[in-house]
């Protein structure tokens, strides 16, 4: 069956499985160090700590990442992510008195490269399947790609508690250390041996991208996931379990709930965006999602200050600015794949994933220090939504420079 599909697809199919068994294993480690380092006394800042390195490698990983997809092709980038997993996760079957908060940071400095390795190979892939001219295709399958990526990683959140609870610390990552490296090597068989390597082999100066369509987009990029996790990711699980009094179950259960319909999304933005019509987004659907968004902080700021339930305001102001969000993200992932060049693909979409996690890193640290600075509780909240609104608000006004074609970065530089 596998051997009657196109070549393309084949390789589409091997590259989504080696992304999606990447993506479980790696929101199921996400939630295992949470668990068990809770479990063992360590504070929550000290638990955030463990994943400093895994931020702050994602952006020096995208960025060199791309220079070597160009030079070593992206089959190679893939596989050394997958390689790098397991023995990210190879170095958690330690003794467990060696499982130090340094020995933790390393293991998730190596998660992290692996993951945008991953990552970037994975979506660079995407352009060269594609016919230049096919950009609803294109657009369905990148969505498709991501939207499952996110969805699965909400499921890999469960998969590690349930992992957790049924075998252990250890156990859990031994099972999934044999799981990733069954993949590994059948991706070292399966994947084209000359996929995503340029031409005309770039200088280590290439990897800042020489376009303006995607520098710009790049920008957005960076304020759009710095809004998100401003509030995400530390202020709102702190809130719901200190202030509002939900369990660490409720919290990562409704959270991980959360991210799969995220993703599931994401997967559906190209319904939503009017490609059953015949239109594929350009820049400005990506500058009228992006202002959509940026109301949406406000309104749950005025609903936590107007003193109306903040466990509805909140549930429900989630679950509004996930779906708003899932379709900004969709856009712009479709948005990069569209503008980068062909012949070297992985140094623009390596760049644009840097911005991304210079966002994620921006807002990680921001929601930590925010919350903190303003008092905690819901004015430490309120504190964050208000940046994360301002960060949109520089989200549309950047956006505002992008073209009002889908054209692709091919055509801009002929």
């Not at 092709?73 to 992510?81: A, D, S």
Request: hydrophobic share 55%; charged share 10%; with cysteine.
């Amino acid at each position: 069956m596998f051997s009657q599909l196109t070549p393309a697809i084949r390789q589409y199919l091997v590259v989504t499985g080696n992304y999606w068994t990447f993506t479980l294993t790696d929101g199921a480690l996400r939630m295992l160090v949470v668990l068990h380092f809770h479990g063992l006394g360590y504070a929550p800042l000290e638990i955030a700590l463990l994943f400093l390195f895994y931020e702050i490698f994602g952006v020096i990983t995208n960025l060199v990442g791309g220079w070597l997809g160009a030079h070593l092709g992206l089959n190679r980038t893939m596989n050394i992510g997958l390689g790098l997993q397991v023995v990210a996760l190879a170095m958690l079957l330690v003794p467990p008195v060696w499982l130090t908060v340094p020995w933790v940071m390393a293991a998730q400095a190596l998660s992290g490269i692996a993951k945008d390795l991953n990552k970037m190979s994975a979506k660079s892939t995407i352009k060269l399947l594609v016919p230049a001219d096919a950009q609803g295709t294109l657009y369905t399958w990148v969505a498709i790609l991501t939207g499952s990526k996110n969805a699965l990683k909400g499921v890999g959140f469960f998969l590690g508690g349930a992992l957790l609870m049924v075998l252990g610390f250890t156990g859990a990552v031994a099972a999934m250390t044999v799981v990733l490296a069954l993949v590994w090597l059948l991706s070292l068989v399966l994947l084209k041996q000359d996929l995503g390597k340029a031409k005309h082999k770039p200088k280590f100066r290439d990897i800042f991208s020489k376009s303006r369509a995607i520098n710009i987009l790049s920008a957005a990029r960076m304020f759009l996931f710095g809004a998100r996790d401003v509030w995400f990711v530390v202020a709102l699980p702190v809130f719901l379990s200190q202030t509002l009094g939900w369990s660490h179950g409720q919290t990562g259960g409704f959270l991980a709930l959360w991210v799969i319909g995220y993703g599931l999304v994401q997967a559906l933005a190209p319904r939503i965006t009017g490609k059953a019509a015949g239109r594929v987004p350009d820049g400005r659907a990506a500058t009228r999602w992006a202002a959509v968004l940026a109301v949406l902080p406000l309104l749950i700021v005025w609903g936590l200050a107007a003193g109306l339930d903040a466990a509805g305001v909140l549930i429900g102001g989630l679950l509004v600015f996930g779906a708003v969000f899932a379709i900004n993200s969709s856009l712009h992932s479709y948005l990069i794949v569209s503008y980068a060049g062909s012949d070297g693909v992985s140094l623009d979409v390596g760049f644009y994933y840097m911005a991304n996690a210079l966002g994620r890193l921006l807002g990680t640290l921001l929601s930590g220090w925010i919350f903190q600075l303003a008092g905690q509780g819901s004015s430490g909240l309120q504190a964050c939504l208000w940046i994360s609104a301002g960060m949109l608000i520089l989200t549309v006004l950047i956006s505002l420079g992008l073209p009002s074609t889908s054209a692709s970065h091919d055509k801009e530089a002929a």
